[in-house]
């Protein structure tokens, strides 16, 4: 199941990665196209993109991190975490996109929701057994 979950969270990567290419080069995609026929689809599709990152990427790394002050930081989200600020900071540069705090804030938004979702699931014994494989 592990490597199920890694092979997931690669695949999501490279799409992520994929749909940044296509709107940074100014390329169209029905992709594009659904997310704007959608109110708020832009914020909903980064909330959407970053959290789902954020879930598979700690569920692939079985949950590492560190433990601060009762607080869990897991190193797959801290990865993503700054991935999503050097891209939205790189925006600044490309002549056909445009860095929008709000962007970032919808990112944030993703990430933590997957991050309030994992750590219910981590304490969960269902998910302790699945650790373990």
Do not use: C
């Not at 026929?37 to 991190?65: E, N």
């Not at 190193?75 to 790189?90: D, K, N, P, Q, Y």
């Amino acid at each position: 199941m592990t490597n199920l979950t890694r092979l997931a969270a690669l695949a999501f990567l490279l799409f992520i990665v994929w749909v940044i290419y296509m709107a940074n080069a100014g390329h169209n995609s029905v992709f594009f196209d659904f997310v704007a026929a959608i109110p708020y689809g832009d914020k909903l599709g980064h909330v959407g993109l970053f959290g789902t990152l954020t879930f598979l990427t700690v569920l692939a790394s079985q949950f590492a991190g560190w433990t601060l002050n009762n607080t869990r930081l897991y190193f797959a989200a801290i990865a993503v975490t700054l991935f999503v600020i050097g891209e939205e900071i790189s925006q600044a540069f490309i002549p056909s996109r445009t860095f929008d705090v709000a962007d970032l804030s919808a990112d944030a938004v993703g990430i933590l929701l997957a991050i309030l979702v994992l750590r219910k699931l981590e304490k969960t014994a269902g998910m302790q057994t699945y650790l373990q494989r």
